[in-house]
């Protein structure tokens, strides 16, 4: 996500010249461990874990699936005692009534005995639960969505449960965050952002990074209108009656906070980037005169990137300009939105760098966020150099100069859950990078970055994992420098 800007800098006259990245990345051979499970399954490891997340952290004893998934930051996201594998969601909205109608799939393995299991749901009205074709009883307590099946699911087992739904989506409101956030009606369709836990007002979910899934989306609107998802689109569009479908398939494991159904009325253009890889720009009709420049921007940076941070991890890329003024932007898997804005390069570079730093590699925990958005602004800083606007030292030093900033009191290796997105997660965590490619050499940094990116390639992480590779990868104990950028309220000593 993009809500922080870099401050005004006075553009030098060109950037140093010097080895290209991609040169470096080629500089060292690093060993790197095997990629992570597709999903690590609806648990999530205690702010002290090292590791991953494991089966049995966050479940509940007996058969009971818990109502969170074990974040202790986010207690009611997430449930536990099972692992989404897939969901199939059919949908249809008619934004003069903004009445969502929808069938939801989620296909799971059980993780314990369950008698009864939760999903995440806000608002919206259930008509019909079943599980395995069987009705099952279910009850609401707030925003979840309890689920009893006619039979025990043993600890092992995969199921399938089926919930059937309708009503008025009701947007999540976090005035210490975002405000506003996931299913938001517009004038001709909706506007759909999910970060960090607005899923669940649009459909029933295990809602956390944690429990990652593949998705497939049918989405039915008046005719004339785009429905927009994730992955690519499968068929043609279908219309009848008044009404068109539009059905998308994102087969790569997903959060479900990436996910999305933005419809409305769009321009659209299609085709390749120069590297080969399919692009879908859409963007809303006050915004057409962007069309070409995000389709073209878009390419050129995700071809970029993919030579810096290693295989482009998904099949399309993408973007999509809405006319609602949301203020930031998401980068919802495939397609980052822009909310109401042409953005910049310097923001498609950082939502196309979270295609690597948060969707294919998603965290466990929302205190762990300085490695989806540290990595993603650092990410604009490396543009900058390449395209020779300025150079990461100069941004690092910049910041570092203002000893008065106020990131200097928020330790953002652990972000504060009402202060999520504060801008030390961003800068400080931008500039914990730096510090580290300062003590390490570029001949080192990065091809950690890429091996970083291979090896837990659609799975997920934590910062301590990153530590260790770090070590691993340049010899060195580093625990002083991520100890003093990540996790000390106070500004660091100076980099020499």
């Given at each position: 996500?993009?809500?922080?800007?870099?401050?005004?800098?006075?553009?030098?006259?060109?950037?140093?010249?010097?080895?290209?990245?991609?040169?470096?990345?080629?500089?060292?051979?690093?060993?790197?461990?095997?990629?992570?499970?597709?999903?690590?399954?609806?648990?999530?490891?205690?702010?002290?874990?090292?590791?991953?997340?494991?089966?049995?952290?966050?479940?509940?004893?007996?058969?009971?699936?818990?109502?969170?998934?074990?974040?202790?930051?986010?207690?009611g996201d997430g449930n536990g005692g099972y692992d989404v594998r897939h969901y199939d969601l059919r949908l249809s909205y008619d934004p003069s009534s903004r009445k969502l109608a929808g069938s939801a799939t989620i296909e799971a393995k059980a993780v314990q005995d369950l008698t009864s299991f939760d999903l995440d749901l806000h608002g919206l009205t259930v008509s019909r639960v079943s599980v395995d074709g069987a009705a099952a009883s279910f009850s609401r307590s707030k925003d979840e969505l309890v689920i009893e099946p006619a039979r025990r699911i043993r600890n092992g087992d995969g199921f399938a449960v089926t919930v059937d739904?309708?009503?008025?989506?009701?947007?999540?409101?976090?005035?210490?965050?975002?405000?506003?956030?996931?299913?938001?009606?517009?004038?001709?369709?909706?506007?759909?952002?999910c970060e960090p836990n607005g899923a669940k007002t649009w459909f029933p979910s295990n809602d956390h990074p944690a429990d990652k899934a593949t998705y497939d989306f049918q989405i039915t609107v008046p005719e004339g209108l785009t429905a927009i998802a994730n992955g690519e689109m499968a068929g043609t569009p279908r219309t009848a009656a008044g009404k068109t479908t539009f059905v998308w398939r994102e087969k790569h494991p997903m959060?479900?906070?990436?996910?999305?159904?933005?419809?409305?009325?769009?321009?659209?253009?299609?085709?390749?980037?120069?590297?080969?890889?399919?692009i879908y720009a859409a963007v809303a009709d006050s915004f057409r005169g962007s069309l070409d420049?995000?389709?073209?921007?878009?390419?050129?940076?995700?071809?970029y990137w993919s030579t810096v941070f290693g295989p482009y991890p998904f099949s399309s890329t993408g973007g999509v300009i809405d006319d609602y003024a949301a203020g930031y932007a998401?980068?919802?898997?495939?397609?980052?939105?822009?909310?109401?804005?042409?953005?910049?390069?310097?923001?498609?570079?950082?939502?196309?760098?979270?295609?690597w730093f948060g969707d294919s590699l998603s965290i466990g925990r929302w205190r762990d966020l300085w490695l989806n958005e540290g990595f993603a602004t650092y990410a604009e800083w490396l543009w900058a150099e390449h395209t020779g606007q300025y150079t990461a030292d100069s941004a690092f030093r910049r910041y570092y100069e203002n000893a008065a900033d106020p990131m200097w009191t928020y330790p953002p290796g652990a972000a504060r859950a009402d202060d999520l997105f504060s801008a030390a997660v961003y800068n400080r965590g931008a500039m914990t990078l730096h510090a580290l490619r300062r003590e390490i050499g570029d001949q080192k940094f990065f091809p950690l970055i890429r091996a970083?990116?291979?090896?837990?390639?659609?799975?997920?992480?934590?910062?301590?994992?990153f530590v260790a590779l770090a070590e691993r990868v340049s010899g060195k104990d580093l625990k002083g420098l991520f100890d003093a950028w990540l996790f000390q309220p106070k500004r660091p000593a100076p980099v020499t």
């Open positions: 996500m993009a809500t922080h800007r870099l401050p005004p800098f006075s553009r030098p006259t060109r950037t140093p010249t010097g080895r290209p990245i991609t040169a470096l990345i080629c500089a060292v051979a690093v060993g790197a461990a095997a990629a992570c499970a597709p999903s690590q399954g609806a648990v999530a490891p205690s702010p002290a874990a090292a590791a991953p997340a494991s089966a049995g952290v966050g479940q509940s004893t007996g058969t009971l699936g818990a109502p969170g998934i074990g974040d202790p930051d986010f207690p739904y309708s009503g008025v989506p009701e947007p999540m409101h976090d005035s210490a965050n975002l405000g506003r956030y996931g299913f938001i009606a517009t004038p001709d369709g909706a506007f759909v952002t959060a479900s906070y990436l996910a999305t159904m933005t419809t409305g009325k769009f321009q659209v253009r299609t085709g390749t980037s120069e590297k080969g890889l399919p420049t995000l389709f073209t921007q878009t390419g050129k940076i995700t071809d998401l980068e919802n898997q495939t397609k980052p939105i822009y909310g109401g804005f042409s953005p910049e390069p310097a923001i498609i570079a950082h939502e196309l760098a979270h295609q970083w990116a291979d090896a837990h390639r659609h799975g997920n992480v934590t910062t301590q994992e």
